[in-house]
């Protein structure tokens, strides 16, 4: 088995191009994981969010998870209007709304816009504050969604990189954007958490294939394009390890857009319900997406986000 460090490195006239060919490749890459100055002192600082040694374990890792940042009196509301949406019809006949085969719900884009409960709590400072640490820069939504992973089902996502297909399908320039995710119910390692490669933030996947016309319909529900191969895939797990995100309601996920990330089925009782929020850079705006298609809708990529987060 080849180490990272032995697969040759490609580079080209893009910085990040993607689902140009039929063979993968890896790219180191290019633009900073955390743009704070590198020596300024964050524990001095007592308006930002994380420490310089949380920093730096999301700068290694690709990823840093935070517990009780939330009380169970914040997120118990925030379950009961999950669980009030669910049974919505009108909700689930919406655009931004993606169900399972079985009809159950999946997932509601554009969830902070939808809802002002899941609004608030998409721009509670406890969140943004980070994002701005992180990002240094002036932030906004980029996506959000609300996601459930009811129990005893087997739909699982396979390992992807965001970057990717925010790069390609919706023309995000660089890697300076970031997500977190908060924990709506306990997720444990048998309900199907979320799984992180540590490490791979630090390389750029180029996948093969292509992007058919109006993709995100199908993606949203199960991504089959845009997904590196499994020899890439065996190389970062075996260099970098698997990190499953389990954790209480109220602790959150802080990831790197480019981490390669997944989840297994969940074949339990137990529920596993999360909201998402991307957080994009002010700076790093969506531009022509880096594929002969359509903008992905407004819900699903905001590129009208008017001002930055106040």
Known sequence: MKHV???SMIAGDKPYASRTGDETLIQKRQDPVVFVEENSDTSADQDVALTSEQLESYRKNGFLMLDNVFTEEEISPLRRELN??????LLRRRPESFNYVDDELHSVFGVHKLNPLFGN???????????RQILADDIYIHQSRLCYKPGFTSEKFFWHSD????????????????????????????N??????????????????????????QALKQQEHG???TAVLSTLMYEGGIQSACG?????VIMDCNTLHGNNGNITPDPRANLFVAYNAWSNQLETPNCER?????????RKPGSPLA
């Open 5 to 7: 460090s032995e697969i």
């Open 84 to 89: 009030q949406m669910r049974t919505d019809p």
């Open 121 to 131: 709590v998409a721009k509670d400072t406890r969140l943004t504050s980070i994002a």
């Open 163 to 190: 970057f990717e297909t925010w790069h390609v399908e919706d023309g995000m320039p660089r890697m300076r954007a970031l997500s977190i995710s908060i924990a709506l119910t306990e997720s444990h390692e048998h």
């Open 192 to 217: 199907g958490p979320l799984m992180m490669i540590p490490g791979s933030h630090e390389f750029y996947i180029r996948c093969n294939g292509d992007t058919p016309k109006d993709h995100y319909k």
């Open 227 to 229: 997904l590196p191969d």
């Open 248 to 252: 209480k309601p109220g602790s959150i």
């Open 294 to 302: 359509e903008p992905r809708p407004e819900y699903v990529a905001a």
